[in-house]
């Protein structure tokens, strides 16, 4: 199959999008930091517990679900992932208090951990075999980019709106990749 490079691969550009959106929670949080400080009534350096828990999670657990995505599918991995983020990010807006806010962290870090891997590992799949190094350094430019135009703007929405809107809008965000990465992959990949 011969690829026009003048038009992005769809494994490539939602391979980008998703990656766009891991790097847009992975950072929203430092925007939102003084807005949850005074909503649960602690200080601001309490609150940067909120990326700390989710960045431990991210940390401790992409091993594990890398090994994991090599086991069951990459595939499967990606999509239970996406769920858990997206269904993390509902349950967030919601957070009744700051230990449980805490807790959504966490489970909003682990679930973007099975997204990483499973993604770079897809797109590396579906690369042209002398595009891989590019294809790759493209897809992580989503989480890149994400740091102008995924957490500042959603941090001036979240001022806006309330920081709850944010996750909302996250949530949703992660069903429709979800549906995305079901069309993308059934169509090219094998499972």
């Given at each position: ?89 509902l349950l967030t807006a ?98």
């Amino acid at each position: 199959m011969k690829i026009n490079p003048k038009v992005p691969p769809a494994e490539l550009a939602v391979g980008w999008l998703t990656m766009f959106l891991i790097g847009t929670e992975l950072f929203i949080f430092s925007p939102l930091l003084p807005t949850l400080a005074v909503n649960y009534d602690v200080s601001s350096k309490v609150a940067g517990l909120c990326v700390t828990t989710f960045s431990l999670a991210y940390m401790v657990t992409a091993p594990l679900f890398g090994h994991v995505s090599d086991r069951v599918g990459k595939r499967r991995v990606l999509i239970c992932c996406l769920l858990a983020f997206g269904t993390a990010n509902l349950l967030t807006a919601s957070a009744v208090n700051f230990p449980w806010l805490l807790a959504l962290r966490l489970f909003a870090g682990a679930a973007a951990a099975g997204v990483s891997p499973s993604i770079y590992a897809l797109v590396g799949d579906a690369a042209p075999p002398n595009r891989r190094a590019t294809w790759l350094a493209l897809t992580v430019s989503g989480l890149l980019v994400s740091i102008a135009l995924g957490a500042s703007p959603a941090g001036l929405v979240g001022a806006t709106l309330g920081w709850g809107a944010v996750f909302v809008a996250l949530a949703v965000f992660s069903l429709v990749l979800v549906a995305l990465n079901c069309w993308v992959l059934a169509q090219r990949l094998p499972p």
